[in-house]
């Protein structure tokens, strides 16, 4: 049996859960983006290896903008 | 220890561990040296090596220097840069081809040993006083709950400080065809491209580091008016039930620069 209160509280935590672990997502697909930036170096694609360090920073960034969106909906 | 007053017992036990602690960052300064250049220098067949042998001065004198003055300028930043004296000099003592995938950890054990040591050196002998007394945050609960958060995030921190800079590193070095791959595309360059290439990752990685977790730490730990400013203005931005701006353009740009990878591999031919 959920109490009123925490029906209430409930959709909240699972939000702010939810964006919280689509940040760490984010972060660890910006890894993967660096990761193929240097593969892409190492194979001499230089315009592939920038393109693909932009979306790494594009993602990351987009991951602490989460991140924060998170923090305050905790709080 | 009766008689001797407490002051003195501290001056004295502080003497002590700093004695220590100078020959452990001595050891630790010395194994990273061998590691770094005197082991490839032993295992090189050429002839090229004064040059490389009369630099490698520089670092020991930097050390010692280092560890008798505990300069945190000398020990963080002037021995690991002039460790790259030797091997400007001689670009074959390093990359893919010089160390083996277990030498380059080792290698990497020892630069992160010394920078603790030399970190932890650095901020003991500053003369700062020890804190007379200290707050036991586990004490109380709310506090407590806090400070769970507070250690959460520094765990994330140094989760990602480890899994970057290990990523990094095994696409460049410690892949199986790394070594191959190099040689194949920079056949007259390979030691030099390779160098390249680790110098232009470590400048991104701290570029990475010093903007996504040394600025947010430094501002956590200041308390920095700005970050509650930006807090505050996110909140009223939820209370409106609107996501920040700065969301949208970032994966809109990530999209867009996906679609443009998308199109240059498709223009390209396969490698």
Redesign the interface.
């Known amino acids: 049996m959920i109490s009123t209160r925490a029906r209430a509280i409930l959709p909240s935590i699972v939000k702010h859960i939810l964006l919280e672990i689509i940040s760490i997502i984010l972060?660890g697909a910006s890894?993967v983006f660096?990761?193929q930036c240097?593969?892409f170096?190492?194979?001499?694609?230089y315009?592939?290896a920038l393109?693909?360090l932009?979306?790494g920073f594009?993602?990351?960034?987009?991951g602490?903008?989460?991140a924060?969106?998170g923090?305050?909906?905790r709080? | 220890m009766a008689s001797t007053s407490p002051f003195v017992y501290d001056v004295l036990m502080l003497r002590k561990s700093f004695a220590l602690a100078d020959v452990v960052l001595l050891v630790l300064g010395a194994n990273l040296l061998s590691t770094f250049l005197l082991v490839p220098m032993l295992h090189y067949r050429g002839d090229e090596l004064d040059g490389p042998l009369l630099a490698s001065l520089l670092p020991i004198s930097l050390l010692v220097a280092g560890v008798l003055t505990a300069n945190r300028g000398i020990l963080l930043f002037l021995v690991p840069v002039s460790l790259l004296l030797p091997l400007s000099l001689l670009p074959q003592l390093a990359g893919a081809k010089a160390l083996s995938p277990t030498g380059f950890l080792l290698l990497a054990v020892a630069l992160l040993g010394f920078t603790f040591g030399s970190a932890w050196v650095a901020s003991t002998s500053r003369g700062a006083p020890l804190p007379s007394k200290r707050r036991q945050l586990e004490a109380s609960p709310s506090v407590s709950r806090k400070h769970r958060r507070r250690l959460r995030i520094y765990t994330l921190f140094l989760l990602?400080c480890v899994?970057?800079p290990l990523?990094?590193i095994?696409?460049?070095y410690l892949r199986p065809d790394?070594a191959a791959?190099?040689e194949a595309?920079f056949p007259e360059r390979g030691p030099a491209a390779s160098l390249l290439?680790g110098v232009?990752?470590t400048v991104f990685w701290l570029s990475?580091f010093l903007r996504?977790v040394a600025a947010p730490l430094r501002d956590h730990i200041r308390g920095d008016q700005n970050q509650r400013q930006?807090?505050k203005a996110?909140?009223g931005r939820?209370h409106q039930r609107k996501?920040?701006a700065?969301?949208y353009l970032?994966?809109l740009?990530?999209l867009v620069?996906?679609a443009?990878?998308w199109l240059?591999?498709r223009g390209?031919p396969p490698?």
């Open positions: 972060f890894l660096f990761y240097v593969h170096i190492t194979q001499r694609d315009v592939g393109l693909l932009l979306v594009a993602v990351i960034r987009a602490v903008d989460l924060r969106l923090f305050v909906r709080k | 990602t899994a970057f990523t990094l095994y696409a460049l790394a791959l190099v595309r290439f232009l990752v990475v996504y930006q807090l996110l909140e939820l996501a920040p700065s969301l970032y994966l740009l990530a620069m996906l443009l990878f240059h591999l390209s490698p």
